[in-house]
C-alpha cells in the first residue's frame, strides 16, 4: 500500500511539478449555500493558505460574497453566514481577478476537493473566466483514505489524530479550516521534519545545522571506542536436543505425522 507521501509525490510529478525549493502550494477552503451548484447552490466565503515547500509562509486569501439568493437554514447553521450578514459582501466577480492571482498556477489543495472545485468552477464559469483544471487538484480525504483505512477521514477526526487543537473552532468556516487542514496535509505528507531533504545542502550549512542543534560540528560522528565481545553461540546443546525429544514424545497425534504413525 503507498504512502500518503508517495500518492502526494505521485500526483505532483503526474501534473510535471517538480517538488523543489520554490514548490507553491495553495490550502483552501469553500463554505456555500448548499451542495450542488447545478441546484442554484452558490460559493458564500473562500479561504486560503499559502504554502512553500511545505511551509505556511503566511500569506492568505479570503473573502466573504453575497450569493444573491437566501441562505437556507441548514447551511446557516454548519457555517453561521445569514443573509444580513453577506448583503454587503462584493459579489464573486468583484474579487475573481484577486483570487485567481493570489491562486496563480499553484497546485491547490481540498478536503473532498471535488467539492470545492465544483463550486469554484461553477462561479468562473458564471463570469465567462476559464475554470480551474483538476489537474492541479490535490484531495486530502483520498490521501487520508491512504494513510489511515477503516477510519474516519472528516477534517474533526484527523485534527484529532494527529493532536492539532481547534478547541476555537465553533461553527465551519473557511479560512479557519484552510489553516487546520495545512497542519493536517504536512502531517500526511511527511509531517514538520521539512529541513530533511536529499539535496546536498554543502559542508557549510551541514556543519551550521550541527551547531545550531547544540552539537560541535562533525561530533556525531566520533562514537567511542568500545572493546569487541566474542560472538554469542545460539546452537542448542545435545541436552537441550534431548530434553526435546522427549517432549515431542509425549505429544498425541500430533499433526507433523504420518499415516503410519511415525514423524515426518
Known sequence: MPSPLAFWAKQADSKE????????????????TGFDPLTGDRLVEIGCIELVNRVPTGATWHCYFNPQRAMPAAAQAVHGLSDAFLKDKPLFPDKVEELMEFLAD???????ARFDFGFLNHELKRCSRPEVSLERMIDTVAMARIAHPGAKHSLDALCTRYGIDRSHRIQHGALLDAELLAQVYIELTG???????????????????ATSSGAQAGAIFDAPQRPLRAPRIFSPTAQELERHRAFVGTLVDPLWATEEGEAA
Open 17 to 32: 511539478q517538480r517538488v523543489t525549493e520554490s514548490m507553491r502550494e495553495i490550502i483552501f477552503d469553500t463554505e456555500t
Open 191 to 209: 509531517g514538520r521534519q521539512i529541513g530533511l531533504g536529499f539535496a546536498d545542502d554543502g559542508p557549510a550549512q551541514a556543519d551550521q545545522a
Open 106 to 112: 499553484s497546485m491547490l489543495v481540498a478536503h473532498n
